[in-house]
Structures are given as C-alpha cells and as structure tokens.
C-alpha cells in the first residue's frame, strides 16, 4: 500500500478562492472590507518571511492589511499601547502579534490582550475557553486547517478513533477540542505517554505535532490510517515532518507531506478566520464553509 497524498497546497489555494469570492460579495452587499493587522516585533528571519507571505496573501483575497514592525527594543507597553490602538482601529478586524517575541515581552499578556472578537489567531483566554466548553469561538488557525483535511478526506469524523500527538496550546489542545466536537474518540498524547507506539497502532487518525523530526514511525501507523503531520523541522536534509513519511506512507491509507501539506492551511485558515471576525462584529452570518 503507498498512501495518498493530502496536497495542502491545493486545498489552501481552493480556500483562499473562496475567501476571495466572500470578501468580495461582502463588499459589494454591504461596504465592508475586512482588514487584517499583523504585528512583528524583532529581526527572527523566519517570522519576517511568514509575515511577508501574510501580506502578499492578504492583498490577493481583496483585504485590507496592516503591517506593524517594530524593533527588538520596543518595551512591553509600548506594544500593549499599539494593541489598544489597533483594538480601537474599525478598520482593523483582526489582529496577529507574530510568534515568538523577544524574551523580554510577555507573550501571554499581549496575547490576551487582544480583543476577543479580533483574536484571529484564536490564543487568547476567552477563546480557547469557548473552544473548550462547545461555544462560538475563534479557532487557532493550525487545527482548523487540520480539521478540514480530515474532513475533506474522511468526511464525517463521528466515532472514529484519533490520537492527537502533542499538547501544545497552539496545535494539540484545540486540535483534540475541535476533534470532540466532531464526535471522535479522542486520545491525547505526550513525552510522558506510556506505549505511544500501541496508541498509534489503534487510530484512524493521527495528527502530529510534537517538534521533533521523523519522531513517529511508519511501523506504529495502523493500515490505512489518515495521518496528518503538523510537524515543520529543519534538518541538514532540507525540511521534515514529526513523521517518518517514507515508512508511513507505505502503510497509511492517506497522509499529509512536509513541506506542501499542513503549512498552507494556516496561513489560509487565518484569512478564514479574518473575514468570520468581520462577519460577526457586523452581525452577519458567518461565512459558508469557513468555521468548525
């Protein structure tokens, strides 16, 4: 058996279609152009290039976007002042504060700091408690990529058995929420998991992200299994996964490769995320296919 490949590329190109189609209407219906503001603090290679595919991405889907770089000095009230201003900003539906920060912010209290309603990113306190007790939320942008990957693939999740590989706030956590909230049998695991390999052998599903390269086997994947693998390492061998994609692939029934699999959903699902923090702040109705 070789897998099928899941193409997120693809499937964020179809989306950001979409998007481009709603953002459009919404315009047109009602005068409304979402904005999108991301904010960069420092100098990380990394982050300046992502924030740059932001941009680029935002323009092509007809919405505003506001970029905000600040240097590695700027104090953490400086920051909070510009979040105020952007929490005030009409013009300005959601707002992205680029991670990591330098070490002296506290991310947690600029994360949380943001407007709810303007949380595209979906951290903050309040949402991630709307996700966690069933409530209208704004999702983290990663695991609503992964959830409509799986969906897309497998179309209905109720019942089937997942383990989610991870427990990070940003991908693990809400990734297994929004996998409840699917109906699934839903098992979370960690560094301290006893038998992880056992554990992979039983899921339909696997989503990793964990950080750390080709750390799943082919041999623990079950046959025929849909694996996602959230993982993005960089090795002396070019980019990585958290799965050993070679192995697993000759045994899942469909899995997502490194790069070109969960990457472009992200950026795509925070556009997503963008133009639903528009939709309700002016008490429309959510946009079609966008939200869990």
């Known amino acids: 058996m070789?897998?099928?490949?899941?193409?997120?590329?693809?499937?964020?190109?179809?989306?950001?279609?979409?998007?481009?189609?709603?953002?459009?209407?919404?315009?047109?219906?009602?005068?409304?152009?979402?904005?999108?503001?991301?904010?960069?603090?420092?100098?990380?290679?990394?982050?300046?290039?992502?924030?740059?595919?932001?941009?680029?991405?935002?323009?092509?889907?007809?919405?505003?976007?506001?970029?905000?770089?600040?240097?590695?000095?700027?104090?953490?009230?400086?920051?909070?002042?510009?979040?105020?201003?952007?929490?005030?900003?009409?013009?300005?539906?959601?707002?992205?504060?680029?991670?990591?920060?330098?070490?002296h912010l506290d991310e947690i209290a600029v994360i949380n700091a943001i407007a709810p309603e303007k949380d595209v990113d979906g951290f903050t306190v309040l949402n991630a408690g709307r996700l966690a007790t069933g409530q209208r939320a704004m999702v983290p942008c990663t695991p609503l990529g992964c959830l409509m990957l799986l969906r897309d693939r497998l179309g209905a999740l109720a019942g089937r058995d997942a383990l989610v590989i991870g427990r990070s706030n940003i991908v693990g956590k809400p990734m297994a929420q929004l996998l409840l909230s699917e109906s699934a049998t839903v098992t979370v695991a960690h560094s301290r998991t006893r038998d992880l390999p056992g554990l992979c052998r039983r899921a339909e599903i696997v989503v990793a992200a964990v950080g750390r390269p080709s750390f799943v086997q082919g041999s623990w994947i079950r046959p025929g299994a849909t694996v996602i693998d959230v993982g993005i390492n960089r090795t002396d061998e070019g980019l990585v996964g958290d799965v050993d994609f070679a192995a697993a692939r000759e045994v899942a029934g469909a899995i997502t490769p490194v790069p070109g699999g969960v990457g472009p959903m992200t950026i795509a699902c925070l556009l997503a995320n963008t133009l639903t923090a528009t939709a309700r702040v002016h008490g429309l109705p959510d946009p079609e296919g966008l939200t869990p």
Do not use: C, W
């Not at 503001?37 to 982050?47: F, R």
């Not at 941009?55 to 240097?71: I, K, N």
């Open 2 to 103: 070789t897998a099928d490949l899941i193409d997120g590329k693809a499937f964020a190109a179809g989306l950001r279609g979409r998007i481009a189609e709603q953002v459009a209407a919404m315009r047109q219906a009602h005068g409304i152009t979402p904005g999108l503001a991301v904010v960069l603090v420092g100098e990380d290679p990394a982050s300046a290039v992502y924030v740059r595919s932001k941009g680029r991405m935002t323009a092509e889907v007809g919405m505003q976007g506001f970029t905000h770089r600040l240097p590695n000095t700027t104090a953490q009230h400086d920051l909070l002042d510009l979040v105020a201003r952007l929490n005030a900003d009409a013009a300005v539906n959601g707002i992205l504060v680029q991670l990591p920060l330098p070490a």
